[in-house]
């Protein structure tokens, strides 16, 4: 009934920025939380970011002051913009939202690479 379809993952140097975006299709009557979660080889996955429908957000402590999520609630679509990137942020990176649907519980999307080279 939801699908999501996450873009914008790529290979950027350090230092450099990169935007990931993930967006919601289908019978969808409402989004309640959106985050972002990443994983690198041999780690486990992390919260790297969440905003709340009512625009409340969170940060993992590695990425806080270099990050922002952000939503646009008619898109039915999370963002996250990346600055300042460094090598330690390669890793896949999923969006998890959480939607009204005929029933209510949470989507992954499919992920997205992030290289960041030194």
């Known amino acids: 009934q939801v699908q999501l379809v996450e873009s914008g993952g790529g290979l950027v140097q350090a230092g450099g920025s990169l935007t990931l975006s993930c967006t919601a299709s289908?019978?969808?009557?409402?989004?309640?939380?959106m985050g972002w979660y990443r994983q690198a080889p041999g780690k486990q996955r992390e919260l790297v970011a969440d905003?709340?429908?009512?625009?409340?957000?969170d940060y993992g402590d590695s990425v806080r002051g270099r990050f922002t999520i952000s939503r646009d609630n008619a898109k039915n679509t999370v963002y996250l913009q990346m600055n300042s990137l460094k090598p330690e942020d390669t890793a896949v990176y999923y969006c998890?939202?959480?939607?009204?649907?005929?029933?209510?519980?949470?989507?992954w999307g499919q992920g997205a690479q992030v290289t960041v080279s030194s």
């Open positions: 998890k939202l959480n939607v009204r649907s005929w029933l209510t519980r949470d989507y």
């Open positions: 289908g019978t969808i009557f409402s989004i309640n939380d």
């Open positions: 905003i709340t429908r009512g625009g409340s957000v």
